[in-house]
């Protein structure tokens, strides 16, 4: 979790006074690439931290090496503790550590801190869904991860079909409550879902992980590489401007308004992988919503109310 490494760096800053990027990769586990962006991401939320160039140089607190945190100011530890916060709701390991920094906090700063800490809760589970816990396999994986082991994977494809295969694990992503697992592989870098894989054995293997490797910009890849693929058929559609925001809510990136009619209807055009996919979403709209193009939405829009009309006679 990247909040661990941004209380951790700055731990490991307090008690060294001064750091390279390298120090800090080879302290936490992560790449250099990786520590460089934790470092600048605790100067950006307001932390003095900054860089002394040339040799015998590195990232200091501003202040030199302290045993607390005495050199920051009312605003600089409320923007630290808003920035790891949320992650102490679910993180015991991070509830610890900031109660830690607020025992080394002057005492005029700890009142605001504690409030900065609180003030942000992350809930992630939808409305009428229960809280879900973090999988044993996940936990699993990120320990492979931090330690970098190679696993060995029992997965099943969207056919079921079972394989084998020896993975360097490279991070893990929690998305919309389902977990990926970003790996390297014989065959390049691949995306595993967690719940499709059957067994994950950790081995004692050291795992590969190019040098250079940075999780959210791998993730960023794929995640364009599915919503490229989920948009390759795109449909046309006029419906009142009022319920513009709630296609947008299901559709995302993939809803956009193209035009307004002089009757107030937006033109809006969908995109999905297949013409029966936006039927679907588009059925229960009935007449509020028309469909300009192409003609396999309006046929399976068709399909689906005559199948409807015929199990529900009148």
């Keep these: 979790m990247r909040a661990d490494r941004l209380v951790a760096t700055l731990l490991l800053m307090q008690s060294r006074g001064r750091v390279t990027a390298a120090e800090v990769a080879e302290e936490l586990e992560v790449s250099v690439a990786t520590a460089r962006r934790d470092l600048e991401a605790l100067s950006t939320a307001g932390v003095p931290v900054y860089p002394q160039p040339g040799r015998g140089g590195g990232w200091s607190l501003l202040g030199g090496a302290r045993t607390d945190l005495s050199g920051l100011t009312a605003t600089e530890a409320q923007a630290l503790f808003l920035l790891v916060g949320p992650a102490a709701s679910v993180s015991p390991e991070v509830k610890a550590a900031l109660r830690k920094l607020v025992r080394a906090l002057p005492g005029t700063f700890r009142a605001d801190a504690e409030a900065a800490a609180s003030a942000v809760v992350v809930d992630s589970a939808r409305w009428g869904a229960r809280d879900s816990e973090r999988s044993e396999v996940v936990v699993l994986l990120q320990t492979a991860v931090v330690r970098r082991r190679k696993v060995r ?6 056919a079921h079909e079972r394989s084998e295969r020896l993975v360097d694990p490279l991070g893990l992503v929690d998305k919309d409550d389902v977990w990926y697992l970003v790996a390297g592989t014989d065959g390049g870098q691949r995306t595993f879902r967690v719940d499709r894989m059957i067994e994950a054995v950790v081995t004692d293997l050291v795992a590969e992980r190019p040098a250079e490797f ?26 009142e401007a009022r319920f513009v925001r709630v296609l947008r809510s299901q559709y995302g990136r993939h809803c956009e308004v193209v035009g307004t009619l002089e009757d107030g209807r937006a033109r809006v055009r969908l995109a999905a992988p297949a013409a029966f996919m936006i039927a679907q979403h588009l059925a229960g709209w009935g007449a509020l919503v028309e469909v300009v193009e192409p003609e396999a939405v309006r046929a399976e829009l068709a399909r689906i109310g005559a199948e409807l009309a015929q199990r529900y006679p009148t």
């Design 153 to 158: 994977l029992t997965y099943a494809n969207r």
């Design 214 to 239: 940075e999780l959210s910009e791998a993730w960023g890849r794929v995640v364009e590489d599915v919503e490229q693929r989920r948009g390759l058929l795109s449909a046309t559609i006029l419906i």
